[in-house]
């Protein structure tokens, strides 16, 4: 399996939850679009924001 950013954010899909593991304080987000490699996600304490699938792996928030 690999570890490159963008193969873990290759499965994200829209309405998935999200976090990113280098902001924490941005709370869970809700990925919006997963297209060419931009990730659009809508974060409860940021917004929303266009990650690079290249430079950040998101972490997919299963639930408790």
Do not use: Y
Request: charged letters at 20%; one cysteine or more; a negative charge.
């Amino acid at each position: 399996m690999s570890d490159r950013p963008e193969d873990l954010n290759a499965h994200l899909e829209p309405g998935m939850l999200v976090r990113h593991p280098g902001c924490p304080d941005w709370g869970l987000g809700q990925v919006q679009s997963n297209i060419n490699g931009r990730i659009t996600v809508n974060f409860e304490n940021q917004g929303k924001v266009v990650i690079d699938s290249a430079r950040v792996g998101l972490s997919p928030d299963w639930g408790a």
